[in-house]
């Protein structure tokens, strides 16, 4: 079966260790639990997308470790046409180290391993996965050269094209911008984009606005317990979220990004794809760990 959706991105093992708090600089603190569970942007979209109702393929890198076998198994038992899913020899695959404290927010440090060596030219390589699709996912955890050619082949193609910005450590190249039908950033993601700091609905508007104007054609800024705000050329606006025993944010903008694809690809509303991904990201955080806390869709009420 063609795959309507097509993510172009990472792939982590993630080391999980659960503390009281989050550690100081230079400081050891002894922490409640660990697990190692399978995650990266990129495969945690792809298992949104694949567990909430669109048919998946996933262009990425694993190393030729252990890691790597298991990261393209998580994939494939979800269904994930998992073609394009290189192995890089002589390398790692991708790992994330976390860190979540009591309130469930977490610290994240990735090593790209595999991911860093997702060329253009191993993208081009399954060119005919773009050309089928309907939605192009990318986020910026593989090259940024790779990330540019992926969404300029997707508009070429006359795609959806998607882009999660992160982990955003600055503004993006101005030629991206152009290249977008949605930009989905989540509030620091939005500040470092945009240098407006992110705090509640008017930041976020202010940011949506700049970044408008800076060519993106829809943004959706995420605002964890805030919802959503989306805004374009047009106006603004907000998706409130009902309040949920959060347990762990891990993924949840993950979980959010497919959703709202695999939404647009079942053929929602742009209103009704924004509240498929935000009912699906609330329930992730109800749960532990990146891909095992992503909902399936029979897990979300009619
Ligand atoms: O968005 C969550 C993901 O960020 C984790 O699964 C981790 O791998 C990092 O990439």
Sequence with gaps: MDAKVVVVGSLNMDLVARAQRLPRGGETLAGDSFFTVPGGKGANQAVAVARLGASVAMVGNVGDDAY??????????????????????????????????????????????????LTPESVQRFDALLQQAEVIICQLEVPAETVAWTLARGRELGKTVILNPAPATGPLPAGWYAQLDYLIPNESEAEALTGVAVTDLDSARRAGEQLIKLGAGKVIVTLGAQGALFVDGQGDRHFPVAPV????????????????????ARGLSLNDAIVFGQRAAALSVTRAGAQPSIPYLRELAP
């Design 68 to 117: 790597g076998q298991q990261l393209r198994k998580a994939l494939e038992v979800e269904g994930v046409d998992c073609r394009g899913v290189g192995i890089c020899p002589g390398v790692s695959s991708g790992v994330a180290l976390i860190v979540v404290d009591a309130a469930s927010q977490n610290a994240i440090v990735i090593i790209a391993g595999g991911n860093g060596l």
């Design 245 to 264: 025993n959060a347990v762990d944010t891990t993924a949840a903008g993950d979980t959010f990004v497919g959703g709202f694809a695999a939404g647009l």
